[in-house]
């Protein structure tokens, strides 16, 4: 009952105050400005649901404190009721640890062939199939944004983006659940292009970026970017499109390159393209935010950095290990067919567990 939850208390007035602001008109017409307060509105109902709880606990105990000495029935509910306190107390202090503010936005991923040729753009494809299942068991909408196919049907590179249907709590939205995959996947497996049978190693790259809520979100200076326009070409270089309608923006400041040419329409390359450079910048912004903090980008297992090897997929063995988390299973073909929800909570579990010990340090 001594417990000292003050910090609670700022929190709860800006949950208050959100809830007053959702409710002006100027507000509730703006999806962008909404979508934003929503998700920080959510992130703190946890904590004033946890806080209600244990104010309720602590109230129940020290009423039957009181009344104990006078009463042999309310002296035998103490050890419950005390032990109803301790845990809404540990479940207190638990949503009091800082969660990724992204965790509630919905993501773009990208997937690139590395080394390997075909049998890593093969894998590609096999990675952008996985996320695609994996987004659908989790009642996720997936669009692909633009893909260039290799000679064999795999992807030397495809973007998906990832969403959820209506709003979402920060510890279900798409962001907390698949920001643990970028780095390198690694495949063990025999080519289709193998004859004589010989399992290969080769690797995909995968980068996770939240997406931003909307264009007004990231302000972008026209003068720093650079379009240029080109005809759509497909596997091998040949001409698919006879007028410049593939897009390929470059943001000056930055470097970053994204090109599209999905679509026939100049117009529609051109918002996808703005798409995924808004949420490579949105990454950047975050991954600068960490470090500054030395938070060392807010997780021991979360990684936009596709230098990082990360899990390997042996598919003689039906094996897939992740390395970061020590996680490993014999059902590949299943992981493969979206059951990616094991992998997943064994980075969630071990992040959690940092972030705890990093509050209980402090």
Request: proline share 4%; no cysteine; charged share 30%.
């Amino acid at each position: 009952m001594s417990e000292d939850f003050s910090a609670v208390r700022p929190l709860l007035e800006e949950y208050a105050a959100i809830e007053r602001d959702m409710a002006d008109p100027a507000v509730a017409s703006d999806p962008g400005v909404l979508r934003r307060l929503g998700r920080r509105y959510a992130e703190l109902g946890r904590v004033v649901t946890a806080h209600r709880a244990w104010e309720t606990a602590s109230a129940d105990l020290a009423d039957a404190v009181e009344l104990a000495d006078d009463d042999p029935d309310f002296a035998a509910e103490l050890p419950g009721l005390r032990e109803a306190e301790a845990d809404a107390a540990d479940r207190l202090r638990e949503v009091l640890v800082p969660r990724d503010p992204d965790d509630a936005r919905d993501v773009i991923i990208e997937v690139k062939a590395g080394e390997g040729g075909e049998e890593s753009a093969l894998f590609a494809s096999d990675l952008a199939r996985m996320y695609t299942r994996y987004a659908e068991r989790m009642g996720w909408a997936v669009e692909v944004l633009g893909a260039t196919d290799s000679e064999l049907g795999g992807y030397k590179d495809v973007r998906l983006a990832i969403k959820t249907r209506g709003s979402a709590q920060p510890q279900d939205g798409v962001w907390a659940h698949l920001k643990y995959e970028g780095g390198v996947h690694r495949v063990q497996r025999v080519p289709v292009t193998e004859s004589a049978g010989r399992i290969h190693t080769s690797a995909a790259g995968v980068l996770v970026m939240p997406e931003a809520d909307d264009p007004g979100e990231l302000q972008i200076d026209a003068a720093d970017l650079r379009i240029d326009v080109f005809r759509s070409s497909g596997p091998g270089g040949q001409s698919v499109n006879t007028t410049d309608s593939a897009v390929r923006i470059t943001h000056l400041p930055t470097g970053i390159v994204v090109s599209m040419q999905n679509e026939k329409s100049q117009l529609q390359n051109k918002e996808a393209a703005m798409r995924v450079l808004r949420a490579r910048l949105l990454a950047e912004r975050a991954a600068a935010a960490a470090e500054a903090e030395a938070q060392a980008r807010r997780s021991q297992v979360r990684t936009v950095d596709r230098s990082e090897r990360i899990r390997t997929y042996n598919f003689p063995e039906n094996r897939i290990a992740d390395h970061r988390t020590g996680y490993k299973a014999y059902n590949l073909d299943a992981v493969l067919d979206g059951d990616l929800g094991p992998v997943i909570a064994s980075a969630i579990e071990m992040d959690e567990a940092a972030r705890l010990a990093a509050v209980g340090r402090a």
